[in-house]
């Protein structure tokens, strides 16, 4: 279970979703001056250098941030996005989820960061810092029930593991349904991924065969619970058929504020398109428990 690194991945598709929406929940937080919590339950390492040996090998970013630095686009999300990214990709490095939140967090909000990697706390410990920052090494899942409900009670939880391991979606739906009866007025956000066969070798192949259905099944978890309301987000460069590994990525938000959804779908239609690695790419929007 430790043996993922993000590394590999910074900067990909996937972050540009997960991230961007990260932005605009903090963003619909912000519009109170009270403060919030954010918690991040599995940080990574906060910063990625894209000329490190594991950025390179992949290339991932190539197909992800890179594609949006020269957005010439009028959607305020997006830019505001690709601004933020803009500062770190001009010295070849991409930030984590830590990071973003640290830059748009005010002196009355807490952040919470969370990871059980040992060298990944390490170099967390070492990019992220501040006065209002707990970092804690520690598994997240444990961690976020340990913790809810926070002193502050507005709070924005990201739940972005590595699902290395199958039986990981199931920890999320069994995490989020009892951190939820004891913090129900925060916002969780759950990255997932949409995977589809590989062919690029056999064990490839069995490690995403492994995990097709899991995200589905972890939907369809969440969607039999109490939630006030369950938005789904997805964005996917290419098709199940054509996809090599992960095709696609979405985010689960519960309490999803108002007008979070028109926001996203609007940068979405923006976004598709120029992340799209086949003609076939699509993103989609929907509530899976309306108010």
Not at 88 to 107: C, F, K, Q, V
Not at 197 to 220: F, I, P, T, V, W
Request: proline content about 3%; overall charge negative.
């Amino acid at each position: 279970m430790f043996s993922y690194r993000h590394s590999f991945h910074a900067g990909n598709h996937a972050d540009v979703i997960k991230h961007l929406g990260q932005m605009l929940l903090i963003a619909k937080l912000k519009e109170k001056d009270k403060g919030f919590v954010y918690m991040d339950t599995h940080s990574g390492a906060g910063l990625y250098d894209l000329h490190s040996d594991n950025a390179q090998k992949t290339g991932e970013f190539k197909l992800g941030i890179d594609k949006l630095m020269d957005y010439q686009g009028s959607n305020n999300d997006v830019v505001n996005y690709v601004e933020l990214i803009s500062h770190y990709h001009r010295h070849n490095s991409y930030p984590g989820s830590p990071e973003i939140a640290r830059t748009l967090m005010r002196e009355q909000d807490k952040l919470v960061l969370m990871e059980w990697h040992n060298q990944e706390i390490d170099n967390l410990r070492h990019n992220v810092s501040g006065s209002n920052i707990a970092i804690h090494h520690r598994d997240g899942f444990e961690g976020l029930l340990a913790m809810a409900p926070p002193p502050l009670p507005r709070g924005l939880v990201l739940i972005d593991p590595s699902y290395e391991v199958a039986e990981e979606y199931q920890q999320v739906a069994q995490t989020v349904a009892k951190a939820y009866k004891r913090w129900s007025t925060a916002i969780f956000a759950i990255w997932y991924p949409l995977i589809a066969h590989r062919q690029d070798s056999e064990n490839g192949h069995s490690y995403a065969q492994s995990k097709m259905g899991k995200s589905e099944g972890l939907l369809a978890a969440l969607k039999q619970q109490n939630f006030k309301n369950l938005l789904q987000i997805e964005l996917c460069v290419t098709t199940k058929e054509q996809g090599a590994g992960m095709y696609g990525s979405g985010l689960a938000v519960i309490n999803a504020p108002w007008q979070f959804d028109e926001r996203m779908r609007a940068a979405l239609t923006e976004l598709q398109p120029m992340l799209a690695q086949s003609s076939d790419a699509s993103s989609s929007v929907s509530w899976l428990i309306a108010e």
